[in-house]
């Protein structure tokens, strides 16, 4: 078995996009808001987490190359009982960052839910309504295709 050999692919400029949502309580979503998070700022913490998670890619799935990260880049949004999170990886190298970008949403994303955790659980300690969905690829460029 072992990894696809790329020796002979051309070094390119690739780029990924992927996005994932968090479904949290409209309360958890307000106490973020207003900066009311008692482990600090989310958001601060998951951008942490998405560029530790985007680096060791290779290292968590076996098949996947280790690439040279050129950029990363984290933005956050947030809907009334929602947080979503868009990630864009580049690097010039011989396989894509498709993976590295999907890597960086879901740890961002796992961060914020254990960050905002003691506000979602219900009075048996579960997670009822708290949900990672949606979780993909956008948008995978790579050399002249860039920007079109």
Known sequence: MGMIDVSEKEMVLRTAIAEGKLTLKKETID???KGKIKKGNPFEMAEASALLGIKTTFMRIPHCHP???TSAELKFFLEDDT??????VKAKYKTG???EAL???TSALLTIWDMVKYLEK???GQYPTTVIHGVRVIKKQKGDDIGR
């Open 97 to 99: 960052v498709e993976m």
């Open 83 to 88: 947080v979503i999170c868009k990630c864009e």
């Open 31 to 33: 106490a973020i808001r």
């Open 67 to 69: 690439i040279p990260i």
């Open 103 to 105: 890597n960086g949403v």
């Open 122 to 124: 219900d009075d048996d």
